[in-house]
C-alpha cells in the first residue's frame, strides 16, 4: 500500500513540473531572429525600377522610361549618343519593353543578327523568320545599340551633329538605313516631345545644351528594300520610270538595299 501512495505522489511531482514548464515557455519572451540577405517567395512582385533585373515587369511607356533612363543616360557620357534617341528607339523597337524581342530576347532595338556570334532568336519582319540578337540582359542591349551605331561607318554622320539636335539624329537614322518606315523620324520625335526625353539629354550637357531648330524636308524619299524596282517604285508614286531615274541622275536600272531615292522634289 505504501508503494502505492508513494508512486503516486511521485507521479503528481513529475505532472506538475511538466505543466510548470509550459507556463514558463509560454510567458518567455525568445529572441527575434533577423536573417539578412533573405531571398523573397516565388509569388513575390519584381520591382519595376530595376534595370538589373533581366526581365522586369513594365506596364507601360513611363514605366519604361523610368527603368531605362539612367543607363540611356551613362550610355551618352561613354558614346555621345543622346538619351532621348536611345529611349524614343528602345520604346519604339520593343514597344515599351513588351514586344516579344524584348520580352524573350532582351532586344530593345530590333537589332539583327548582322556579324553576330552569340545566341539568336527567329522573328518575322520585313521576311519571316528573319535573325534577331538574343542578350542575357536589356542593359546589354543597350551597350550593344551605342556600339552598333558608334563602330559602322554608315552611322558615321550622326557623331557630326550635335548632342542636343535629336531631330536631325531622327533624320539621319533612317537616311543610313537603319529602318524601312518612312515616318521613322517623327515616331521618334514624337515620342521625344511627347515625353519630354530631351531632359536627359540636357542633364548630361548642363549649360551645353542648346536646342537646334529643324526646317522640315523639302523632299519626298523613298529608302529601298529587298524586291523594290525602278518599275515597282515609279508605280508605288504615281511616276514614270524616266522620271524616276531623273530625279536621281540614274543611268542604269540597278538599285542597292537602303538607297533613298528622290521621289518628290518641293
Known amino acids: 500500500m505504501r508503494r502505492i501512495i508513494v508512486a503516486g505522489i511521485l507521479c503528481a511531482f513529475i505532472c506538475s513540473c511538466g505543466s510548470r514548464k509550459k507556463i514558463i515557455t509560454k510567458k518567455s519572451d525568445k529572441p527575434v531572429i533577423v536573417i539578412e540577405n533573405e531571398k523573397p517567395m516565388k509569388d513575390e512582385p519584381q520591382r519595376t525600377d530595376d534595370p538589373s533585373i533581366v526581365n522586369p515587369v513594365i506596364s507601360n511607356t513611363t514605366e519604361y522610361i523610368e527603368v531605362y533612363k539612367e543607363i540611356a543616360m551613362k550610355e551618352m557620357q561613354t558614346y555621345g549618343i543622346p538619351a532621348s ?21 532582351n532586344n530593345h532595338f530590333g537589332i539583327k543578327c548582322h556579324e553576330w556570334n552569340g545566341e539568336k532568336i527567329f522573328h518575322d519582319d520585313d521576311e519571316r523568320q528573319e535573325c534577331f540578337r538574343k542578350y542575357e540582359s ?32 531622327a533624320k539621319e537614322l533612317r537616311k543610313a538605313g537603319y529602318a524601312t518606315d518612312r515616318k521613322y523620324p517623327e515616331k521618334l520625335i514624337s515620342l521625344i516631345e511627347r515625353y519630354k526625353l530631351f531632359q536627359y539629354d540636357e542633364m548630361i550637357l548642363g549649360n551645353e545644351y542648346e536646342l537646334v531648330e529643324v526646317e522640315p524636308e523639302a523632299d519626298i524619299e523613298h529608302i529601298v528594300i529587298k524586291g523594290d524596282t525602278l518599275y515597282s517604285i515609279s508605280r508605288k508614286y504615281g511616276l514614270t520610270v524616266s522620271e524616276l531615274q531623273k530625279l536621281n541622275n540614274l543611268k542604269e536600272n540597278t538599285l542597292s538595299i537602303g538607297q533613298i531615292l528622290i521621289i518628290k522634289s518641293n
Not at 520604346?91 to 524584348?102: F, H, N, T, V
Not at 536589356?138 to 531631330?167: C, I, M, P, V, W
Open 85 to 105: 534617341i536611345t529611349l524614343a528607339q528602345g520604346i519604339l523597337e520593343s514597344g515599351s519593353g513588351r514586344g516579344r524581342l524584348a520580352a524573350e530576347a
Open 138 to 169: 536589356a542593359k546589354t542591349s543597350f551597350r550593344d545599340h551605342s556600339e552598333f551605331l558608334a563602330n559602322r561607318k554608315r552611322y558615321s554622320k550622326l557623331f557630326q551633329l550635335k548632342k542636343s539636335d535629336y531631330k536631325n539624329w
